[in-house]
């Protein structure tokens, strides 16, 4: 178990820097953007399709170490009046359910992947299949950060709870 935990962390630290990197990208993309539309008077056709693709994966890896960190919207009513006991079988079951979703995710982002396949961006051109992996790579963060919250030892309730 100990081992899971290390390589999440791992895999969670290099999500962040991922999406740090490509939520900087994207500004750049969109300051580029405006400053050649307003000032240079010549917009760009790429800049934009950049923005999106960067956009994409801050907001699914943002997503993904949501369940990582625990920092998702949820409502806590149920499981704030459960007893100890209780209540780390009523996370783990969430974090299992949490888990399946993110594994129905990469499934589904495979299929459509595939259905995908072929087409090029307007702008860029580059495959559409990286825009659409992120889908993927998006449902296999969820599940394996789901995973490993739902064995985590203790589970993954708060020690101030």
């Known amino acids: 178990m100990r081992l899971l935990a290390a390589a999440t962390r791992a895999v969670a630290a290099a999500t962040r820097f991922s999406v740090a990197l490509a939520a900087a990208g994207m500004l750049a993309a969109i300051v580029y953007q405006v400053v050649m539309r307003y000032v240079v008077g010549a917009a760009s056709s790429w800049s934009e399709e950049l923005a999106v693709l960067l956009f ?81 790579a998006c449902g296999a963060l969820v599940a394996l950060f789901g995973l490993e919250r739902a064995l985590r030892p203790g589970g993954a309730v708060d020690a101030a709870a």
């Open 56 to 136: 994409s994966w801050s907001v699914l890896g943002g997503l993904a170490l949501g369940v990582h960190e625990g920092f998702h919207v949820r409502l806590t009513l149920l499981p704030d009046t459960l007893p100890g006991r209780a209540r780390v079988a009523y996370e783990r079951l969430v974090d299992a359910l949490t888990a399946a979703l993110g594994g129905f995710l990469a499934w589904s982002g495979w299929r459509f992947l595939d259905i995908t396949s072929g087409s090029v961006s307007a702008a860029i051109g580059y495959p559409t299949e990286i825009l659409n992996a992120l889908a993927i």
